[in-house]
């Protein structure tokens, strides 16, 4: 029997590798390696049914849930990516340099104590950032306004601090538009620095799936959005989830305690960073076909949808990102 016709038999099978799937993985690493600390490309061993790889900053795996299939059978599988960022010692870590904007909610739903807390909070913020870091503050309410722009918080610090205490509350509530001037204000930052937005509202808006899709697009450049509730009758559900799209942090300032936790979680997250805006880019076979993806957001790219890019967000030391692919194989896919 001929090669083709043993292939073109149903009860033949064919094998599949986890090497065929090409992967490779694009993202800044931001710590500094101790002196002497290997550096290079990435490294990869394979095995039966998938591949591990490694690399400056980060490691994991990419295996098959079948190692054959039917030969001429269309046939579902799955591939798990696992992607860990390395763990970083204490004596190894140094913060990298920080650029963040701060989003403040001044619309009329934050008048009264509510307002009084949000200055509080973005003032102690202002001062636990460091002098080398970089800042920006967008005020908002029916209209956005860039009240400072990305600046050496040694140069602003003080100004912006007394221009904080001066803002009042007024107006309606537009948090989309106050996050597309906070994405604008951080393509101005310095090169090499991790990029935060923290929006600072009660979030009572309803524009919760745009906002959503503001900070999700916001990843793809690196920007890491995390979002900070005020007063009792905050919309959690708002915040919390603006909060998971944007790979962020979310809190609520239930009193000074609860205000430290996130600002000292919102600044040491950035000495803990390894990766920045980690994207994974597999090339499937010609024979094989993308479904969906559970665990980041995908985009699918050339003529057959063959190049599957998986955008990771940013990894912490010791962070693990898990991603689930739903495959279809058939052999036709490839003669077409």
Do not use: C, W
């Not at 963040?100 to 636990?128: C, H, P, W, Y």
């Amino acid at each position: 029997m001929s090669i083709r016709r043993l292939l073109q038999s149903p009860k033949a099978r064919r094998g599949i590798a986890a090497s065929a799937i090409v992967l490779s993985l694009g993202g800044l690493v931001l710590f500094r390696a101790p002196v002497g600390a290997a550096t290079g490309g990435t490294t990869s061993v394979d095995f039966r049914n998938g591949t591990t790889f490694s690399g400056p900053g980060a490691s994991g795996s990419l295996s098959l849930s079948h190692g054959k299939v039917l030969a001429d059978d269309r046939q579902r599988i799955f591939a798990e990516l696992r992607l860990r960022a390395d763990d970083v010692g204490e004596d190894a870590r140094e913060r990298a340099p920080l650029s963040m904007v701060v989003v403040l909610d001044t619309s009329g739903s934050m008048s009264g104590e509510k307002i009084d807390e949000a200055r509080r909070s973005v003032i102690k913020l202002l001062r636990q950032m460091r002098h080398d870091d970089e800042v920006a503050l967008v005020r908002y309410d029916t209209n956005a306004e860039l009240i400072q722009p990305m600046a050496r918080v040694r140069d602003v610090r003080s100004s912006l601090i007394a221009e904080v205490q001066e803002l009042r509350s007024s107006g309606g509530t537009n948090i989309p538009g106050a996050l597309r001037t906070g994405m604008r204000a951080l393509e101005s930052a310095s090169s090499g620095r991790v990029k935060r937005l923290v929006l600072v509202s009660d979030g009572l808006d309803d524009t919760r799936s745009e906002s959503e899709r503001l900070a999700r697009n916001g990843t793809d450049s690196g920007v890491t959005v995390s979002s900070l509730g005020i007063g009792l009758d905050f919309d959690e559900a708002y915040m919390s989830s603006l909060a998971r799209a944007g790979r962020g942090n979310f809190g609520f300032v239930e009193n000074v305690a609860a205000l430290a936790r996130f600002l000292e979680r919102e600044l040491s997250e950035t000495a803990a960073t390894t990766i920045e805006n980690a994207i994974a880019r597999l090339q499937l076979p010609d024979d094989m076909r993308f479904v969906r993806a559970v665990g980041a957001d995908v985009t699918t790219r050339g003529s057959d949808d063959d190049r599957i890019e998986l955008r990771l967000g940013s990894l912490f030391a010791g962070d693990e990102r898990r991603v689930v692919l739903e495959l279809e194989t058939d052999a036709s896919y490839g003669d077409s």
